[in-house]
C-alpha cells in the first residue's frame, strides 16, 4: 500500500542553522509528492510540490528533490528563522487521495 | 486558492452526545474531504463528499458514527455521533480543486479541535 514516514520530532534548532527533515515514500506508480506546514493556531498549507522524479520543489528558502531511486523527498534549509517553528508534514498524492506523514514539529530558537 | 472557514474552533463536548462541525469554502468545489488528525499522529482521511450524492467513506469510518452533509457546492458537515473521550481529536475540512489530478494541492480549514469528557 502507500505510505509516508517523516523523521520524528520535535527538532530543535538555533536560528541560521541548516535544517533536514527526513521523508521517504511507498507508493504503487509514480505519486505527486508535496511538504506541507500548520504554523500555530492554523490550517495545512503547501509549502512546496514535486510531480515527476528529479523535480525540485522550493518555496521561501526551503527544498526538497523528487529521487524516485531513493522514495525520497527530504526537506531542507540552509538557514531557518524563528518564524519557521511549526509542524511540516510530507505527503504523497495518487489520483485524488493524499496519504500523509505523522508531521515533525520544528522550534527555531533565536 | 480558496478560503475556508470552519467552526467552531474547537468545543468541549460530554460523551454520549453529537457535535456537527461547518465547511463554508469562498468558491464553488466538486470535492471535499474531511480528515481527523489525532494528537501526535498524521491526518486520516476520514470520507469524501460531493454534492448530490453520499459521501464516500474510508475503511474505519462509518456513516452511523460520521454522517456527512453536502447540500451543495460551496458547503460541509460533519457529525460526530455518540461520542466517546476517543473521538477527541482535530477535524479538518478540505478541497481540492483539480481533485483527479495528480499535481493540484489541496487547501484546508483551520481545523475544530474536541475534547470529550
Known amino acids: 500500500g502507500n505510505s509516508v514516514t517523516q523523521m520524528e520530532g520535535p527538532v530543535t534548532l538555533s536560528e541560521e542553522a541548516f535544517l533536514t527533515i527526513n521523508c521517504t515514500y511507498t507508493a504503487t506508480g509514480y505519486p505527486s509528492l508535496f511538504w506541507y506546514v500548520q504554523y500555530p493556531g492554523e490550517g495545512l498549507q503547501l509549502l512546496l510540490k514535486?510531480?515527476?522524479?528529479?523535480d525540485k520543489g522550493s518555496n521561501k528558502g526551503f527544498e526538497a528533490t523528487y529521487r524516485k531511486e531513493t522514495t525520497s523527498f527530504h526537506l531542507e534549509k540552509g538557514s531557518v528563522q524563528v518564524s519557521d517553528s511549526a509542524v511540516y508534514f510530507c505527503a504523497l498524492k495518487r489520483t485524488y487521495k493524499y496519504i500523509f506523514g505523522t508531521g515533525t514539529r520544528l522550534k527555531v530558537l533565536a | 486558492s480558496a478560503v475556508i472557514s470552519q467552526k467552531p474552533s474547537r468545543d468541549i463536548c460530554q460523551r454520549g452526545t453529537s457535535l456537527t462541525i461547518q465547511c463554508q469554502v469562498d468558491s464553488q468545489v466538486t470535492m471535499m474531504f474531511w480528515y481527523r488528525q489525532q494528537p501526535g499522529q498524521s491526518l486520516t482521511l476520514i470520507a469524501t463528499?460531493?454534492?448530490?450524492?453520499?459521501?464516500?467513506?474510508e475503511s474505519g469510518f462509518v456513516i452511523d458514527k460520521f454522517p456527512i452533509s453536502r447540500p451543495n457546492l460551496t458547503f460541509s458537515t460533519l457529525t460526530v455521533s455518540n461520542m466517546s473521550p476517543e473521538d477527541s481529536s482535530i477535524y479538518l475540512c478540505?478541497?481540492?480543486?483539480?481533485?483527479?489530478?495528480?499535481?493540484?494541492?489541496?487547501?484546508f480549514g483551520q481545523g475544530t479541535r474536541l475534547t470529550v469528557v
Open positions: 478540505s478541497v481540492d480543486r483539480g481533485a483527479g489530478e495528480p499535481n493540484t494541492e489541496a487547501f
Open positions: 463528499a460531493n454534492q448530490g450524492s453520499e459521501a464516500t467513506y
Open positions: 514535486a510531480t515527476k522524479a528529479d
